[in-house]
């Protein structure tokens, strides 16, 4: 049975899977012990957003754990998650909570960062609004619980409540301490009424609230965009979005000041979305494993004829949107405060103000929002993101509607150049943290579901299992592994091509199982003892022998088609055929192979756009040198 071009066939294709990112995902692989609503609705505009399911790998590799906020909208569920399967371990932790924030997975538990009501009897937040809490839990038990804002918690520089939960929690195991960074709005003091954001650290082996440099308590005005990545010792890495035209990177100040990464159009109390508004402000600031090395992406819709922000004073400016749509923006740091590139323009009457952009996309006719970035490795990250045909977007800068066509994936290296072609999905899309599970792969999870951005919508149909997806380098036969138990689902580009074993290699050969794509231009051939699945193109025929189960499967246009065949498949020998899909799902215990559907968990609505909500004007910084007191 073994075709003898086999070798130098797949000789060739490893080398251009190699530059190319591999998707390979699980879906509904994950049973919920309480169902999930999986859309939030925007601020402002009522559009819908992903709702962020936290996730997170503990420090010795060996742990995930997945939070979500259940349909009762009030429970927060943190679930251990097996990082071969992606399939449910143990009972899961349930607490009552407003959204879940923020996750880091400990080797014996996890801390969770959640919205909850404040307690006691005395200064209360105004209607009851709810406050950021981290809890630790360790072997199933909660160890501690600590306010992070509400009642006593820096009650001299005002107390501020947490009516949505913009925000992030990281971990730095060098200095043992986690930092939360989030949104707030002030119920005392001077910023009473006002929105900001405020960063806070606590000690891992207390569960104190600590004082570090770079704690804060009020710092960006109106910041709906939060980036926060661990460092060896505080200040971590801090991004912030806000209201007055631009996006900082803020390590050093924890104001709207430092280093000015992009002009951003913006409006008096809307920062636009560009870490993704409601329910992002994750996996958009990403450190290159343990390197001082660092990576931001965003969506931007680009900036041109800078004015002076008069409010703010010297030095600050505003722009005008180079395009009402979004692109994909992206800027690297060699140290945690800064950037690896020049700084956004300050020079007021400059014609374009972002000239020191990276992009990543540079589209006048498509929008590209849910912008997320990963590093792989210490010196690749994965940028992400989704692609709306025929958008309509309104000047207002928030988001725009239109034709959901899929989900980007391009690999970048640590300079920020890209490396390979874009590989597109329409099965998957990121919903939830992008987190490393081994070497040189990170996995996040999603919900298998029609994803519709054509109009507003605030709550989809719950779901009961989540899905899981990984990106890996193509052809690194260390790192894709997909279980025996969950479908394997995999994406590629023209030119490339991906696939999932049951049990470890992927695209070359495997001892034990193997499944084989190819692409339209290239051909792919693998061998394996037990069971083995290939996938041919039109162009080209794929080859593959096994000695017990085969699948082959051929398409008539190009198409990627993938396989997944366990050792314990027995006779299973389906062949499969593509049509103009680009992506087909296996089930790897069946060893048969279906074309994707996805099936609409939600019917189309009539929710119209909520109302602007009334926006506080922001109150004009004081001296600049106790950011406690600003904004
Ligand atoms: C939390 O506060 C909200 C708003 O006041 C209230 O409806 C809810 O019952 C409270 N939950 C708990 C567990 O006290
Ligand atoms: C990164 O640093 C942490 C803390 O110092 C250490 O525990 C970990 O082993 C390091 N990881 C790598 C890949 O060097
Ligand atoms: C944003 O751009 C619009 C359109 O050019 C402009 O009218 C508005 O003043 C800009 N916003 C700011 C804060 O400069
Ligand atoms: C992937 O999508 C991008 C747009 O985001 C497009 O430019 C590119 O051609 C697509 N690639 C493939 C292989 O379809």
Not at 310 to 323: A, I, K, L, N
Not at 366 to 384: G, M, P
Request: proline letters at 4%.
């Amino acid at each position: 049975m073994r075709f003898s071009y086999a070798a130098a066939a797949a000789t060739t294709l490893i080398s251009t899977v190699l530059a190319d990112v591999s998707i390979t995902s699980f879906a509904n692989s994950l049973k919920l012990s309480s169902s999930f609503d999986p859309i939030k609705a925007a601020y402002w505009t009522g559009l819908p957003h992903h709702r962020r399911t936290p996730f997170s790998v503990s420090p010795d590799g060996t742990k995930g754990y997945l939070a979500y906020l259940d349909s009762t909208y009030s429970s927060v569920v943190v679930q251990e998650v097996d990082l071969t399967t992606f399939a449910a371990v143990g009972t899961a932790y349930k607490t009552t909570g407003y959204e879940a924030t923020g996750l880091v997975a400990q080797n014996d538990g996890f801390a969770l960062l959640a919205t909850v009501n404040a307690t006691g009897t005395t200064d209360l937040p105004t209607d009851n609004e709810p406050i950021v809490s981290l809890i630790r839990v360790k072997d199933g038990a909660e160890a501690w619980r600590t306010p992070l804002n509400g009642p006593g918690v820096h009650a001299s520089a005002g107390l501020t409540a947490t009516p949505d939960a913009n925000g992030d929690l990281v971990y730095s195991e060098a200095s043992g301490l986690y930092g939360a960074y989030f949104v707030v709005t002030a119920y005392t003091g001077d910023a009473a009424g006002h929105f900001g954001d405020s960063i806070q650290y606590v000690t891992e082996s207390t569960g104190a609230l600590t004082q570090e440099t770079g704690s804060s308590t009020f710092g960006c005005s109106h910041n709906t965009g939060i980036g926060i990545e661990s460092s060896d010792a505080p200040p971590f890495a801090t991004v912030c979005a806000e209201d007055q035209g631009d996006i900082w990177l803020n390590t050093d100040t924890q104001y709207m000041s430092g280093r000015k990464i992009a002009n951003e159009n913006t409006t008096n109390g809307v920062s636009g979305e560009p870490m993704g508004g409601m329910s992002g402000s994750y996996s958009n600031l990403a450190r290159f494993g343990n390197s001082s090395n660092y990576i931001f992406g965003w969506q931007s819709r680009g900036a041109l004829d800078l004015t002076q922000n008069t409010w703010m004073g010297d030095g600050y400016t505003q722009c005008s949107p180079r395009w009402l749509n979004h692109n994909v923006a992206i800027a690297t740091m060699n140290s945690k405060d800064t950037l690896t590139g020049e700084e956004a323009s300050s020079v007021v009457g400059a014609a374009e103000g972002d000239l020191q952009v990276n992009w990543i996309t540079y589209s006048s006719t498509e929008d590209h929002q849910n912008v997320h970035t990963a590093a792989i490795s210490s010196d690749v990250a994965l940028i992400t993101w989704e692609t709306l045909t025929n958008p309509d977007c309104q000047p207002v800068p928030l988001g725009c509607t239109g034709t959901y066509a899929g989900t980007s994936f391009q690999l970048v290296d640590n300079t920020g150049a890209k490396i390979g072609s874009t590989v597109n999905s329409t099965e998957v899309f990121v919903s939830g943290d992008i987190a490393n599970v081994g070497t040189g792969k990170v996995c996040w999870p999603y919900v298998s579901m029609m994803w519709d951005l054509s109009q507003p919508l605030d709550s989809a149909t719950p779901v009961t299992q989540m899905s899981f997806a990984c990106a890996s380098t193509g052809g690194d036969s260390t790192t894709t592994a997909s279980s025996s138990a969950a479908a394997s689902v995999t994406a590629a580009s023209t030119a490339a091509a991906v696939a999932a074993s049951s049990s470890a290699a992927v695209v070359s050969s495997a001892s034990t199982a193997a499944a084989v794509v190819a692409s339209s231009s290239a051909a792919a051939v693998s061998s394996a003892s037990t069971a083995a699945a290939v996938a041919a193109s039109s162009s080209v025929a794929v080859v593959s022998s096994a000695p017990t189960v085969a699948a082959v499967s051929t398409s008539s246009v190009p198409a990627v088609v993938s396989v997944s065949a366990s050792s314990d498949a027995g006779a299973a020998s389906d062949i499969a055929q593509a049509s103009s899909s680009s992506e087909v799902i296996a089930s790897s215990t069946q060893a048969a192979v279906a074309t994707s559907s996805s099936s609409a968990l939600f019917h189309p609505s009539t929710f119209s756009r909520v109302a602007r909500p009334t926006i506080a004007p922001t109150v004009a910084p004081t001296t600049g040198d106790d950011d406690e007191c600003d904004a």
